[in-house]
């Protein structure tokens, strides 16, 4: 990343983003559900936190910390969570993790159980790629809504029908832009893009097993390339998890790990 310099200002923009993504994304729950009170979102200082305590969706139910914190807030926060019977599960960020911090982390019963790499590029050294001899449309019809649906569904392995529901209001969000990915006539992947404050998220890529191999995930991820440099996005970024093919895929079209997030849970 030789034209990017990573700074805490700069890992918070990143952040920032996704948080309003995740905030979308539950908005969709609240109001298919009609129930304003369902939802809540907690501000700190480099604290970023969602709650949903009646899903089983971590990414629901999380705390984002971007810079250094003390632990008083923090603990209030994970005491929000605990008043409603939620554990959250905790991304922190390089700089925000010290000897204190983790110490409260584990007197409080969390330990460290994974991490989180995120690719951050500037958009104008993105990769033309190639051509994967696939065709990929964005979402704009009833009827791809529909296949779109099936396939994040199969794709993640979702059973509960009812978050298709949830799905179909992605489509109404100004900021997000639904794809799919066809093998001649059969839809075989399918990804979001979100665009916000200049920044350009890569987000929620899915190939159902059956369809996998076939070239799905570069196909999205180079039409994304070409919708943010259109779309004058400054920033991309994505997250994937570490040693995948979705990793393979993004370093084939020379995106790099800019940072990884510490991933606490509690045990």
Avoid at 44 to 65: D, G, H, Y
């Amino acid at each position: 990343m030789k034209h990017l310099h990573l700074t805490t200002d700069l890992i918070s923009r990143i952040e920032e983003v996704e948080f309003l993504y995740v905030q979308d994304r539950m908005n969709a729950i609240r109001d298919f559900r009609n129930d304003p009170d369902c939802v809540e979102y907690i501000r700190r200082e480099n604290i970023r936190a969602v709650m949903l305590p009646t899903s089983p969706n971590p990414n629901f139910n999380r705390i984002l910390i971007s810079g250094p914190v003390s632990t008083g807030p923090l603990g209030e926060v994970i005491d929000l969570y605990n008043a409603k019977r939620v554990s959250p599960d905790l991304d922190i960020s390089p700089g925000a993790l010290n000897d204190e911090l983790a110490k409260f982390l584990q007197i409080r019963g969390y330990a460290q159980t994974n991490f989180h790499p995120v690719y951050i590029k500037p958009v104008g050294e993105l990769s033309k790629g190639h051509s994967t001899g696939l065709r990929v449309v964005k979402v704009s019809t009833p009827e791809e809504l529909a296949v779109f649906k099936d396939l994040y569904l199969e794709g993640w392995n979702i059973k509960d029908a009812v978050i298709g529901s949830y799905i179909e209001r992605w489509s109404k969000y100004a900021d997000w832009i639904l794809y799919l990915a066809y093998l001649g006539n059969q839809p075989i992947g399918c990804a979001v893009l979100y665009l916000k404050n200049s920044i350009a998220y890569l987000a929620d890529a899915t190939t159902p097993e059956r369809f996998r191999g076939k070239g799905a995930q570069t196909a999205l991820l180079l039409a994304r390339f070409k919708d943010a440099t259109a779309c004058g996005a400054d920033l991309l970024f994505v997250r994937t998890d570490f040693g995948t093919t979705s990793q393979k895929n993004m370093e084939k079209l020379d995106l790099r790990i800019s940072y990884t997030r510490a991933f606490w849970t509690k045990l």
